[in-house]
């Protein structure tokens, strides 16, 4: 089979020019990603230490703030099961008074009462601080164990240390509620000259006119849950053997890792002078973010008896008064900077194998597809001579060809700027470094448009290549996707026209033969290039629709062309028909491209359209084709 020069340089171009642009890419990408693996291994080793403090103060901040929120929680839930449990303490108590309210309903109120007050005066709950009170609605003491001096006056009158009415406050919420919660200041046992907050449960017995209650000294509530804070925390360990430390208001250490801290003042080292914890992290100043801190300090459980530098995170427990954080020592830095610079050194010795390798392996795959590709284009002129006699097969092949002159011209528009581009660059970086002005930075941003400028070459190549393909078997494919394709391969003309096209996407799948419904789309996109090139109007437009509704696939292009002659409209897609004559119009592409659509179980069909758009009215000819799923 002959093939004419055109032919043949064709070939021979798209057989070259690939290996040697990548052959180019590969030398100079090789070096360039050795020079970026070289500044990168030594701003990774100079970022160690950041990332190392940042992550660490991260670290002890998040845990101080959760063990901050635990102890918050925890009070709380202390607080709810200590209102439970004096709750169901009382509710003992009534039920208590009730079964001997009912097991002795012979006798008298009195009686009954007093076996009530004797049956309660014993009882003792909550590690024996807990007791049961009774008064009379009127406010005379019935029950008072902790001190029976009391019993028997009117206590109605009394007032606590906060100016309260307790007795009288406890009794109105009993009689209007029932039961109550309250909290009140009273006297613990045997202290006489201060009253305590107290938080208490009250509620009202009706067959006596009398009302039963207990309740909790807040302070001995508070200490209990700081007693079990401090021994579950001086366990705590996370991390890398972090622990926990707490130390209040007047410095002293609460809880620590190592016990004989505890109760103590702890020092730091400040030079020659030590100051303690509190004075060294100013704590008065400390707001309810919490704050970092850095000093000298000893490393607990270590034989170094040189200070260390030690960050802290602290934050206040604004309640009691505690200052909770934790800390780290920064020579740990060194060990873990050695350790991560012998990491990226086998890492990046690795990378580098791994990259010349890659490119390597590339290369020659370049020259195998370059090789390919021209061999099938080849046969593919080839076959186009063979088959040009046959009648049908002749306006498939000259509708392809057709195609395959935008795409020419199309390549030849797109390859110009990024050749340039590289021409000019490495020009640009011959003659900085003759002039001994080469600097990294100039080399890596010309490397960079070198290597964008290849890349863009080599994607145009695949997009032409895969137009080219022959569909075999029909796959599944997305209609946006495809029109976005035909687009892509005719966009240098738009461009250059001024023709905008507006696409309205839509995730819509079809099962067909892609290359030939491109094919189709690419026809009426030209046929609208054709029109509006030449016409002397403000924008040039077209729009793509694609739409599903139901079982139907709809596509539409239309412009604003003005339309076409209604006269016309009905022999669009007759063989060899054209409305461009002045132009070469074959009369083929819409015929072929019924004939494709209809192939593929589809219809096409033609009429003008007016429209709306951004508050302009406009007029042209719109294409519909239809798919039945």
């Known amino acids: 089979m002959i093939i004419n020069k055109d032919e043949q340089r064709l070939l021979l171009a798209i057989k070259i020019i690939p290996f040697v642009l990548f052959c180019i890419v590969a030398i100079v990408g090789t070096l360039l990603v050795l020079y970026i693996n070289k500044v990168n291994f030594e701003n990774e080793i100079n970022k160690v230490k950041t990332v190392y403090l940042k992550n660490e103060k991260q670290i002890i901040k998040q845990e101080v703030t959760k063990i901050r929120n635990s102890i918050i929680n925890e009070k709380k839930l202390t607080e709810e099961k200590l209102q439970k449990n004096i709750k169901g303490y009382v509710y003992n108590a009534y039920s208590i008074a009730n079964n001997i309210y009912k097991e002795n309903q012979n006798k008298s109120t009195e ?127 996370y991390g890398r053997d972090y622990y926990f430390f707490i130390f209040d208001k007047e410095g002293k250490i609460i809880v620590h890792k190592n016990e004989n801290k505890i109760g103590n003042t702890s020092y730091v080292f400040d030079g020659l002078k030590n100051k303690t914890l509190k004075e060294s992290t100013e704590i008065d100043d400390l707001n309810s973010e919490g704050n970092f801190y850095q000093y000298s300090f000893l490393k607990y459980n270590t034989q170094i008896e040189d200070p260390t530098t030690k960050i802290s995170y602290l ?85 392809k060809m057709a195609a395959m002159g935008e795409m020419i011209e199309n390549i030849a528009h797109q390859w110009r700027q990024p050749l340039s581009i590289i021409s000019t660059t490495s020009s640009g970086l011959k003659v900085q470094q003759e002039f001994d002005i080469m600097t990294e930075k100039l080399l890596s941003n010309g490397l960079d448009s070198i290597s964008e400028s290849v890349e ?75 029109v509006l090139e030449n016409m002397e109007i403000e924008r040039k437009l077209i729009f793509v629709e694609v739409l599903k509704d139901a079982d139907i696939i709809q596509i539409k292009f239309y412009d604003n062309g003005q339309g076409v002659d209604k006269k016309y409209l009905s022999r669009l897609f007759e063989y060899k028909f054209t409305t461009k004559k002045q132009q070469n119009g074959t009369g083929i592409g819409l015929y072929m491209s019924k004939l494709i659509v209809e192939k593929s179980g589809g219809t096409i069909k033609a009429q003008n359209k007016e429209y709306e758009y951004k508050g302009k009215n406009y007029k042209g000819a719109e294409f519909i084709i239809n798919f039945k799923l």
Do not use: C
């Not at 606590?160 to 009689?175: P, T, V, Y």
């Open 111 to 237: 009686e009954i009462t007093k076996m009530v007050i004797d049956s309660l005066r014993a009882v003792r709950f909550n590690e024996n601080r807990g007791y049961f009170f009774m008064y009379k609605m009127d406010g005379t003491t019935l029950l008072l164990p902790t001190n029976k001096n009391l019993e028997g006056l009117n206590l109605l009158d009394l007032k606590d240390a906060e100016g309260n009415l307790s007795i009288k406050d406890m009794r109105d919420l009993s009689l209007s509620q029932g039961e109550s919660f309250y909290t009140w200041w009273w006297y613990k046992p045997n202290e006489t000259l201060s009253q305590s907050k107290k938080i208490g449960f009250v509620k009202y017995f009706e067959p006596l006119d009398l009302f039963i209650g207990t309740g909790e000294y807040v302070k001995d509530f508070e200490e209990t849950i700081k007693s079990s804070i401090r021994q579950r925390l001086v366990k705590y360990n």
């Open 315 to 399: 934050l206040k427990l604004n309640d009691w008064d505690w200052y909770i954080g934790s800390g780290f020592y920064t020579d740990d830095l060194n060990v873990i900077i050695n350790k991560i610079k012998n990491e990226l050194e086998v890492k990046h010795t690795n990378n580098i194998k791994n990259i010349i390798f890659v490119f390597f392996i590339l290369m020659f795959l370049v020259i195998l597809l370059s090789l390919l590709f021209s061999y099938l284009i080849k046969k593919r002129f080839e076959s186009y001579k063979v088959k040009v006699k046959e009648k049908d097969q002749l306006l498939f092949q000259q509708s």
């Open 456 to 530: 863009y070459l080599s994607t145009t190549i695949d997009d032409f290549k895969n137009f080219y393909k022959e569909d075999k078997i029909k796959q599944l494919f997305n209609i946006s996707d495809t029109v976005n394709k035909a687009i892509h391969l005719l966009h240098s003309r738009f461009r250059k026209k001024n023709i905008e096209v507006i696409v309205t996407d839509s995730d819509v799948e079809f099962f067909g033969l892609q290359n030939e419904l491109i094919q189709v789309f690419m026809n009426i996109l030209n046929n609208a290039r054709d």
